[in-house]
């Protein structure tokens, strides 16, 4: 079993190593700088449309779509982007300039595999355009969202219309107004079979009687695309704005969710890195008690159990990425499950011991730590909550031993 990239994967890799060494990571501060001046925790900087331009300039655009589709004719491997994504997650810009930042990344790949002709010219190619953003709306405040089959809000044919009526939040990207549509699930049928009660409808933004009601923060931090909660008050769409057909919806969010996983995965590892870089550098220049940090025993604790931290869920994610590429998502599900565990809270590890070698910089914004560590937390409820994928991985084990 081999972890190795492909020729191409190799050289992508490079390019996306000199795109975020050179361009990427020095455009942090105007991006800072272009947010603080607009006064708008919801401002899409200018800076960001020249970093696009810039990826697309360089062919690093769309890296994260596995299937060949008119758009993207030559796909990326999952093994390939795995080492991509690790890149992208040491800058909280990247991503989003090679457009390959959630939830569109997932919402695009829904609507390749399941939409129509018409969604996808409406929709979809907008989207690998870069010219909008979108939503995924799943997770509801009244009931537990970590069981997709829990979900309430209801989707009653009408005509040659769709009616919605139900609560969502924790929808990320919403309060951006370069958001133009949402990807919603709710019940199409609650008397069906569990798993085929659900369905997922596309609404445009602005649709009458969908209203974001506010903007969530997380840890004190706005994210400027938003995490929002919507209310959905008998809105009304085209019966074609159904994704599929009735009853698919738990079916198409495991088939989205999959790839997703991964991503996060790698971008925790790149994380990981940049948190490890900052340490060491960290420790390495200042003094306390007549020498160096970086002389203490515990940081050196630190620094080397970071590193094998990092390693162990490389391999783990490497292995995922190669059994979705040979084998397909269900084959790898049991390491899908793994690294959805293990990666962010191995992140989370490191980038707590450099808060800690920072002092009192490291929790400020003078740092990107902070920023960090507050979107490694949320992420151990994203995409599925560490429960429930510590709940399939002991389900499979002990499936193995069962008569």
Not at 185 to 212: W, Y
């Given at each position: 079993m081999s972890f190795e990239p492909s020729p191409r994967g190799v050289d992508l890799r490079q390019r996306v190593t000199e795109f975020l060494d050179d361009v990427v990571i020095p455009a942090e501060p105007t991006y800072e700088e272009q947010m603080r001046v607009s006064g708008d925790p919801h401002h899409h900087p200018e800076i960001l449309e020249v970093l696009k331009a810039e990826a697309r300039r360089r062919g690093?655009?769309?890296?994260?779509m596995p299937h060949?589709?008119?758009?993207?004719?030559?796909?990326?491997?999952?093994?390939d982007y795995a080492y991509l994504a690790e890149l992208a997650g040491r800058s909280h810009l990247a991503s989003e300039a090679m457009n390959c930042s959630a939830p569109d990344t997932g919402n695009?790949?829904?609507?390749?595999?399941?939409?129509?002709?018409?969604?996808?010219?409406?929709?979809?190619?907008p989207l690998l355009e870069g010219r909008i953003r979108s939503a995924f709306?799943?997770?509801e405040p009244d009931v537990a969202s970590s069981d997709a089959t829990n979900i309430q809000l209801s989707i009653t044919r009408e005509g040659d219309e769709y009616v919605l009526n139900g609560r969502k939040w924790w929808i990320s990207g919403a309060a951006s107004e370069r958001c133009q549509v949402f990807i919603v699930m709710g019940k199409t049928d609650p008397t069906a079979a569990r798993h085929q009660q659900q369905s997922m409808i596309l609404v445009p933004r602005?649709?009458?009687?969908?209203?974001?009601?506010?903007?969530?923060?997380?840890?004190?931090?706005?994210?400027?695309?938003?995490?929002?909660?919507?209310?959905f008050d008998d809105v009304r769409v085209p019966a074609a704005n159904l994704i599929a057909d009735e009853g698919m919806g738990?079916?198409?969010?495991?088939?989205r969710l999959g790839p997703g996983r991964i991503h996060h995965c790698m971008r925790c590892i790149g994380m990981a890195e940049r948190a490890l870089e900052l340490m060491c550098r960290r420790v390495l220049g200042r003094v306390a008690f007549g020498k160096p940090?970086?002389?203490?025993?515990?940081?050196r604790e630190w620094i080397a159990d970071s590193r094998i931290e990092i390693e162990q869920a490389r391999l783990l994610t490497l292995k995922a990425a190669h059994l979705m590429d040979t084998v397909g998502h269900k084959g790898a599900a049991t390491e899908i499950s793994a690294i959805k565990v293990v990666a962010p809270n191995m992140a989370l590890r490191v980038v707590d011991r450099a808060i800690q070698a920072h002092g009192g910089g490291g929790v400020s914004d003078d740092f990107p730590l902070a920023r960090m560590y507050a979107g490694l937390r949320t992420l151990r409820f994203a995409d599925g909550p560490d429960e429930v994928h510590r709940r399939q991985l002991a389900r499979a084990e002990l499936g193995r031993y069962a008569g």
């Amino acid at each position: 079993m081999s972890f190795e990239p492909s020729p191409r994967g190799v050289d992508l890799r490079q390019r996306v190593t000199e795109f975020l060494d050179d361009v990427v990571i020095p455009a942090e501060p105007t991006y800072e700088e272009q947010m603080r001046v607009s006064g708008d925790p919801h401002h899409h900087p200018e800076i960001l449309e020249v970093l696009k331009a810039e990826a697309r300039r360089r062919g690093l655009w769309n890296l994260f779509m596995p299937h060949a589709t008119p758009w993207t004719p030559d796909p990326v491997p999952n093994l390939d982007y795995a080492y991509l994504a690790e890149l992208a997650g040491r800058s909280h810009l990247a991503s989003e300039a090679m457009n390959c930042s959630a939830p569109d990344t997932g919402n695009m790949e829904v609507l390749a595999l399941f939409g129509s002709d018409r969604q996808k010219e409406e929709w979809l190619v907008p989207l690998l355009e870069g010219r909008i953003r979108s939503a995924f709306a799943m997770t509801e405040p009244d009931v537990a969202s970590s069981d997709a089959t829990n979900i309430q809000l209801s989707i009653t044919r009408e005509g040659d219309e769709y009616v919605l009526n139900g609560r969502k939040w924790w929808i990320s990207g919403a309060a951006s107004e370069r958001c133009q549509v949402f990807i919603v699930m709710g019940k199409t049928d609650p008397t069906a079979a569990r798993h085929q009660q659900q369905s997922m409808i596309l609404v445009p933004r602005g649709a009458p009687g969908l209203t974001i009601v506010r903007n969530l923060p997380v840890f004190g931090y706005v994210d400027r695309e938003g995490h929002c909660e919507l209310r959905f008050d008998d809105v009304r769409v085209p019966a074609a704005n159904l994704i599929a057909d009735e009853g698919m919806g738990f079916a198409i969010a495991q088939a989205r969710l999959g790839p997703g996983r991964i991503h996060h995965c790698m971008r925790c590892i790149g994380m990981a890195e940049r948190a490890l870089e900052l340490m060491c550098r960290r420790v390495l220049g200042r003094v306390a008690f007549g020498k160096p940090l970086a002389d203490q025993g515990v940081i050196r604790e630190w620094i080397a159990d970071s590193r094998i931290e990092i390693e162990q869920a490389r391999l783990l994610t490497l292995k995922a990425a190669h059994l979705m590429d040979t084998v397909g998502h269900k084959g790898a599900a049991t390491e899908i499950s793994a690294i959805k565990v293990v990666a962010p809270n191995m992140a989370l590890r490191v980038v707590d011991r450099a808060i800690q070698a920072h002092g009192g910089g490291g929790v400020s914004d003078d740092f990107p730590l902070a920023r960090m560590y507050a979107g490694l937390r949320t992420l151990r409820f994203a995409d599925g909550p560490d429960e429930v994928h510590r709940r399939q991985l002991a389900r499979a084990e002990l499936g193995r031993y069962a008569g």
